[in-house]
């Protein structure tokens, strides 16, 4: 089955870097555009990212354009979020995610998640 799984979050100060993975498995990967999302408190979930199956484009929301970069490696069937100058407001669970062709139909499938907290 398909799985998702996350990694690389934690607290940090304004400013600084932090680097998240997501491991795919259960699909070809390389056959799909992955995406990260960010869900923050009492906010609407917003797209932070996405990347297209062969890592030649990606598409950024405007509030982490120039700051973060999603990366992938189809060898190691996982995505990457690289994410400096951290603000506050980048505080948020984040997910990786893909809508994968199974069994005849399209399904959307996301990670457990990854809580990253920038704080002073």
């Known amino acids: 089955q398909v799985q998702l799984v996350e990694s690389g979050g934690g607290l940090v100060q304004p400013g600084e870097s932090l680097r998240l993975s997501c491991a795919a498995s259960g699909f070809t990967f390389s056959d799909y555009a992955m995406t990260w999302y960010r869900q923050a408190p009492e906010k609407d979930r917003e797209l932070v990212a996405t990347i297209s199956h062969r890592g030649s484009s990606a598409n950024y929301a405007d509030s982490v354009k120039g700051r973060f970069t999603i990366s992938r490696d189809n060898g190691k069937n996982t995505v990457y979020l690289q994410m400096n100058s951290l603000k506050p407001d980048d505080t948020a669970v984040y997910y990786c995610?893909?809508?994968?062709?199974?069994?005849?139909?399209?399904?959307?499938?996301r990670g457990q998640g990854t809580q990253v907290v920038v704080s002073s």
């Open positions: 995610s893909a809508v994968v062709f199974q069994g005849g139909d399209w399904s959307p499938y």
